[in-house]
């Protein structure tokens, strides 16, 4: 059973500051996916990482896919209130129809 | 930006009722979705399916069904709501090919007396 762990599960930090998100999965799969929830509303796609080594940045998130170590991160640099949100990892099955979610890390960014 | 639809947005319902949750896509993906989400907790799936006359269960144990008929459209129905339903139903779709990228709709909030 593909399980997938995502810590912090809360974030806090000040603006300006850089820190990493992190994402480890069970089993072997190359294919993971980052989204991003505001409060109330639904999941928004951020990156999809489809190989050993994927780097995708876009603004101040950068994401990274290790499948040999079954770990992807999430890299937020010089933060901003604007990316106060819930941030989910999903890794894929592999035959590719399911997707399994992380429990997700609130982020808070602090003036 | 996804062309996913999901109605009502909101639903509070007492106990007992039969209740259908509408989801519709226009982008012609021939696969989705339904997910179980509590207040910023993980998602999980509850069915999904391939494409018209294709349906399976997912992860996590529900009480509801689902079908799909025509390809844009995948509604999920409880035959009797109980407060144990009370949650976030999102609903997915993706395009065969697109390893498996999905996009979500606004999510129906149901709340079960």
């Known amino acids: 059973e593909l399980k997938v762990e995502q810590n912090p599960l809360f974030l806090s930090m000040q603006e300006g500051k850089n820190y990493t998100i992190y994402c480890n999965y069970s089993?072997?799969?190359?294919?993971l996916y980052w989204y991003r929830q505001d409060p109330g509303k639904s999941l928004e796609s951020l990156f999809v990482l489809l190989s050993n080594g994927a780097v995708k940045q876009e603004g101040r998130l950068m994401a990274s896919l290790d499948t040999k170590a079954r770990l992807s991160t999430l890299h937020i640099t010089a933060a901003v209130h604007d990316l106060s949100a819930t941030y989910f990892c999903a890794v894929s099955n592999n035959a590719g129809n399911m997707l399994t979610f992380g429990g997700g890390t609130r982020l808070m960014v602090k003036p | 930006e996804a062309d996913i639809y999901q109605t009502p947005r909101y639903l509070v319902i007492g106990t007992g009722k039969k209740i259908t949750l509408e989801c519709s896509q226009t982008m012609g993906h021939d696969k989705m979705y339904w997910y179980q989400q509590d207040p910023g907790m993980e998602l999980h799936l509850i069915h999904y399916s391939y494409g018209v006359n294709s349906t399976e269960k997912g992860d996590l144990s529900s009480e509801s069904t689902v079908s799909r008929i025509r390809t844009e459209h995948f509604p999920l129905t409880l035959e009797s709501a109980r407060p144990s339903h009370t949650s976030q139903y999102l609903c997915a779709s993706s395009r065969v090919g697109s390893y498996n990228e999905q996009f979500f709709g606004p999510g129906t909030r149901l709340t079960v007396l």
């Open positions: 089993t072997t799969s190359d294919r």
